[in-house]
C-alpha cells in the first residue's frame, strides 16, 4: 500500500513498510491495541505515532481511529449504522463488564486505568444488572469471556485467592466500545424479559454490538494474546 511506503521512506521512519502493514492488521482483527500489552506494545506504539495516517486509512473501511494517551491504548470503532446484532449471552456479559467498569471508576478502584473482577462478582453483578443468572458452566463462561477478549475488552488473569481459575481484568477500551446511554436501558430491558418478570415492548436502542459487534465479525482474522 502506497500509503505505508511513503511512511516508511521518511528518513526519520524506525519502522519497515511491514511494520504498518502488521499494526494496521492487528487493529482491524482485535479492535483495541494497548500500550501494556507485551504482544501488542509495537503495533501500539506504531500507530499511536502516526496517528492520522492511520485515521486516514481506517476511514476507508468505515472506521474511526482513537487514541487514549492516558490509558495508553488504540481503539477502532466503526462508524457505519448497521444493525449487528451478538448473541444474547454475550450481550448480556459485555452489558456486565461495561457496568463493573463503571462501578470500579466511580469507586476509584481501577488498577492501571483497568477494573478487576471476580467469578462471583461477575456472577452477581450479571444478575443484579439483567435478572438472568451468569452461565454455571466453566466452558461456556470461558467461551463467552474468550469472545470478549478478542473484542479488546478483557484479559484473564491468575486469581488473587488461589482458588479460582482466573479473574477478569476489563480493559479501558470498553468505555469507547460500549455505550453508557444505553447500558442501563437494555438492561432494564433484559430483566423485564427475565423469567418470572412480565414483558414489555423492546426499546429502539440497538444492543451494544452496534459498536462491538464489528469486532465478533473481524475474529476470524486474528485473536488478542
Request: proline share 4%.
Amino acid at each position: 500500500m502506497q500509503h505505508w511506503e511513503n511512511l516508511a521512506s521518511r528518513k526519520d521512519c524506525l519502522y519497515a513498510v511491514n511494520d504498518f502493514k502488521l499494526a494496521a492488521y492487528t487493529l482491524m482483527s482485535q479492535q483495541a491495541l494497548y500500550a501494556g500489552e507485551r504482544l501488542q506494545a509495537l503495533p501500539y506504539r506504531i500507530v499511536s505515532e502516526h496517528l492520522g495516517a492511520f485515521q486516514s486509512a481506517f476511514e476507508l473501511f468505515g472506521m474511526e481511529v482513537i487514541h487514549d494517551a492516558t490509558e495508553q491504548y488504540v481503539v477502532a470503532i466503526p462508524r457505519l449504522e448497521r444493525r449487528t446484532t451478538l448473541p444474547l449471552e454475550t450481550t448480556l456479559l459485555v452489558l456486565t463488564l461495561r457496568q463493573i467498569f463503571h462501578e470500579c471508576s466511580m469507586r476509584g478502584e481501577t488498577e492501571a486505568g483497568a477494573a478487576i473482577a471476580t467469578i462471583e462478582e461477575l456472577a452477581s453483578v450479571h444478575e443484579s444488572l439483567t435478572g438472568r443468572a451468569l452461565t454455571s458452566d466453566a466452558g461456556a463462561l470461558r467461551g463467552l469471556l474468550d469472545q470478549a477478549r478478542r473484542m479488546g475488552m478483557v484479559r484473564l488473569i491468575e486469581a488473587d485467592d488461589g482458588v479460582q481459575p482466573y479473574d477478569v481484568k476489563i480493559l479501558p477500551a470498553i468505555v469507547r466500545m460500549v455505550d453508557e446511554n444505553v447500558l442501563m436501558r437494555l438492561a432494564g430491558h433484559y430483566q423485564s424479559l427475565a423469567p418470572g418478570a412480565a414483558e414489555e415492548e423492546e426499546p429502539e436502542a440497538d444492543p451494544p454490538a452496534e459498536r462491538a459487534g464489528a469486532a465478533s465479525e473481524a475474529e476470524a482474522g486474528g485473536e488478542a494474546p
